[in-house]
């Protein structure tokens, strides 16, 4: 997932109809480099390296999708959670041998937390009971 270090936006996620039309579109407008299609979706690198992914799905109105690169799962969930936020998919694995989580912010907005492939996620991930 193009991992730069704890802290720094990884990933860009944009939900799409029809990917491939999306993909048509940021390329032409933005000059943003467009892969093949591949398990996450259709990805794509901006001319700043952000990596990304148009995902088949129904757009938000409220806009894309951000990863951030974190050192660790474990740390960074119950820091989510106390600052107000709300831990919402188990940190798994992705596509690059790291792992991956999906927590809420304070204000309901999505957002992707990657943690580099070799990190030290050791013992049972946190996961806090639902509300």
Same mark, same amino acid.
Do not use: K
């Given at each position: ?5 704890? !802290? ?20 032409? =407008?933005? $000059? ?5 299609? $591949?398990? =996450?979706?259709? &990805?794509? %690198?901006?001319? $700043? !390296? @952000?990596? $990304?992914?148009? %995902?088949? !799905? ?14 660790? @799962?474990?740390?960074? =969930?119950? %820091?989510?959670?106390? @600052? ?28 992707? =937390?990657?943690?580099?492939? !070799?990190?030290? &996620? ?10």
């Amino acid at each position: 997932m193009g991992r730069t270090g704890a !802290g720094e936006v990884v990933l860009l996620r944009i939900h799409a109809r029809d990917p491939a039309r999306a993909a048509c579109f940021y390329a032409a =407008l933005f $000059g943003w480099r467009v892969g093949r299609p $591949g398990a =996450l979706g259709l &990805g794509f %690198r901006t001319p $700043g !390296g @952000l990596c $990304g992914v148009f %995902r088949q !799905g129904e757009p938000s109105t409220a806009g894309p999708e951000i990863f951030v690169g974190v050192a660790s @799962l474990e740390e960074a =969930l119950p %820091r989510a959670v106390a @600052l107000g936020g709300r831990a919402l998919v188990r940190p798994g694995p992705s596509p690059d041998g790291g792992r991956v989580a999906l927590v809420l912010d304070p204000e309901g907005n999505r957002i992707g =937390l990657c943690e580099a492939p !070799g990190a030290p &996620g050791e013992g049972e991930p946190y996961f806090p009971a639902p509300e």
